[in-house]
């Protein structure tokens, strides 16, 4: 039976998805943070299962981590933040899998057993809300500008003021 770690600072949905991965024949190690997940790992693990957000931190912190421990482990990246471009972070990274939240287990299983390169799970048909997807290009276009307001109101064509506007109100 080989281990899987699963790191979720959401101790209830953990605890959850621990006992769902054990039903299904998986041996599961549990860490809620970005240290702890670091503590549990090896480099003999099948598989790590990790949130994006731990808290304060995030998982992609873990991702190169457990990468440069084993070349060989399936790494998904679980959330209920997704993001094209928290996607495309994680994959760069070295995880092999990203899947939203809620996520069954099978489907947890089904992506870390995927060897296929191109492995993705189906997406929900439910578009995110406009809200949601002008936070995550605007935060990207601010990103792609090395945090200036200014640069990055320039390139969205809005004013300074009315884009800080828009940033307090994301936070």
């Not at 731990?54 to 959330?79: E, F």
């Not at 287990?105 to 929900?124: E, K, M, S, Y």
């Not at 578009?127 to 990055?152: K, M, W």
Request: glycine share 8%; hydrophobic share 50%.
């Amino acid at each position: 039976m080989s281990a899987f770690l699963l790191v979720d600072d959401d101790r209830t949905f953990a605890r959850v998805l621990a006992r769902s991965l054990a039903r299904r024949g998986l041996e599961v190690r549990v860490a809620h943070d970005v240290e702890g997940g670091l503590a549990q790992a090896d480099a003999h693990m099948a598989g790590a299962v990790i949130d994006l957000q731990l808290g304060n931190d995030s998982g992609l912190a873990l991702v190169p981590q457990l990468r440069a421990l084993s070349a060989a482990m399936r790494i998904l990246m679980l959330t209920g933040y997704a993001s094209i471009d928290t996607a495309v972070q994680a994959i760069k990274l070295g995880a092999d899998n990203y899947l939203t939240k809620p996520a069954t287990a099978d489907a947890i299983v089904a992506a870390l057993g995927c060897r296929a390169t191109n492995a993705w799970a189906p997406v929900r048909a439910a578009p995110l809300p406009l809200g949601r997807v002008q936070s995550e290009h605007i935060r990207r276009v601010l990103a792609d500008h090395g945090g200036s307001i200014s640069g990055a109101a320039r390139a969205l064509k809005m004013h300074r003021r009315t884009l800080q506007r828009k940033l307090a109100r994301f936070s």
